[in-house]
């Protein structure tokens, strides 16, 4: 009979609980959603097939949005209001030491991956930002081969990290474009 009353007390809680969390307007961050009928990206990039292009093209079906270049957006007939287009500029990638080794050679780097892009929504205002993404590389002399084959994964895994947070800011950076109208 207790553990009865505890079970409805606690089902009661949780139920209020949920209730005055949904009254007073909260929800989770980059919760909201791109409205149903814009579900196709244009990426276009100065460099036609960009290493960011193609991982960003790559990861947005993961997100339910398709991909396309803007040759084949012309060849296809869309409403207004259904497309959504990224315009890439060339990524940079610097390094910035970080150690030596008593040898003076370096040991060391933080590589600094940003890209500059603007995104498009149809009759909005264009909305341009920057992403940037960081990793510690360390260098060894000894193992020069598996040292590059190591930094083009980490370059790889940079990419795809900047589109996962390029796709996912896209919601908020709608309703911006949307408050800017």
């Known amino acids: 009979m207790r553990v009865k009353q505890f079970f409805r007390a606690h089902t009661l ?9 949904n009254a007073c307007g909260f929800h989770l961050r980059g919760s909201q959603a791109l409205p149903s009928n814009v579900n196709t990206v244009v990426i276009s990039s100065a460099l036609q097939y960009s290493p960011l292009s ?3 093209t790559k990861r947005l079906p993961i997100y339910q ?16 209001g259904q497309l959504m287009g990224i315009a890439l500029q060339p990524e940079n990638l610097e390094r910035r030491l970080l150690s030596i080794f008593s040898s003076g050679q370096v040991a060391e780097y933080e590589l600094i991956y ?8 149809s009759g909005m205002a264009p909305i341009k930002h920057t992403m940037t993404v960081t990793r510690e590389y360390q260098e060894d002399p000894d ?8 930094l083009e994964l980490i370059m790889e895994e940079m990419r795809i990290e900047t589109a996962d947070r390029m796709i996912r800011l896209l919601s908020s950076q709608y309703a911006t474009a949307q408050i800017r109208e």
């Open 13 to 21: 809680s949780l139920f209020l609980v949920c209730l005055f969390l």
């Open 54 to 56: 193609r991982s960003l």
């Open 65 to 80: 949005l398709t991909g396309l270049t803007p040759a084949q957006a012309q060849e296809r007939a869309f409403e207004q």
């Open 114 to 121: 940003s890209v500059d892009y603007e995104v498009n929504f």
């Open 143 to 150: 193992r020069i081969l598996a040292k590059s084959r190591e």
